[in-house]
């Protein structure tokens, strides 16, 4: 377990729960390219609809990121963050493009207060030290911004934490309502089952206090 929270998260994660089977160097796994849809079509419309009502605008990080951001239009200004360049060069709305692995530093390269929204698709499920990712993504917000994690119930199992692979998809709500709670520094998340006619959407929501 690699979650740097403190002590009062002890109980709510438990010893192992950011343990991963696979546990190579991330930029291993994520070396080769994968420019493929991680949803179906549905799905994806499901996540970009959400992302229209949760109102993201303006400056937009886009965490753990890759070829297509999700967005229905593009923001007056994108920086995406993942791990493969190529997938990263592919995405034709980005205006910056960083390549930061947040499970060897959770720390954002950016100032304070750089963004209005941060979004997070299908992706929350492989990081080991969420919960000090969370409290970065507060600092890099402007005040009243917000962070919008959306999942369904696919994954690349090996690099998926194993307290997210016990539970279902209930029980990933749960989680990332409690990585919120936990960073200390946001308001009280919002947890919305969105409706797809393909694969399930789910999203977490919270402003930074
Ligand atoms: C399932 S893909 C989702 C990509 C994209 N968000 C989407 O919706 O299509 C998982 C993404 O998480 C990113 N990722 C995985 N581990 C990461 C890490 N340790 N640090 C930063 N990004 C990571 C990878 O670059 C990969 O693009």
Not at 18 to 30: L, N, P
Not at 127 to 142: G, N, Y
Not at 156 to 177: E, M, N, S, Y
Request: aromatic residues 10%; hydrophobic residues 40%.
């Amino acid at each position: 377990m690699s979650d740097t929270a403190g002590p009062a998260i002890g109980s709510t994660f438990p010893p192992g729960f950011f343990d991963r089977s696979d546990e190579r160097d991330d930029a291993e796994f994520y070396g080769p390219p994968r420019l493929v849809q991680h949803i179906d079509d549905a799905a994806v419309a499901a996540v970009s609809a959400w992302y229209d009502e949760v109102g993201v605008d303006g400056d937009v990080l886009d965490l753990m990121s890759s070829w297509v951001s999700h967005l229905s239009t593009p923001p007056r200004h994108l920086t995406v963050l993942g791990m493969n360049a190529a997938e990263l060069g592919s995405n034709t709305w980005a205006h910056e493009r960083v390549v930061h692995d947040l499970n060897a530093d959770p720390r954002l390269p950016f100032p304070d207060a750089s963004f209005d929204t941060v979004v997070c698709t299908v992706s929350v499920d492989y990081l080991t030290s969420p919960v000090a990712v969370f409290r970065d993504v507060a600092r890099v917000l402007r005040s009243g911004g917000r962070f919008a994690l959306a999942f369904s119930n696919r994954c690349f199992p090996t690099k998926a934490v194993r307290g997210w692979l016990a539970t279902d998809d209930a029980g990933h709500q749960r989680i990332v309502a409690a990585y919120f709670r936990a960073s200390g520094a946001f308001a009280e998340p919002v947890v919305e089952t969105r409706p797809s006619a393909g694969d399930p959407v789910f999203g977490v929501s919270a402003t930074r206090r």
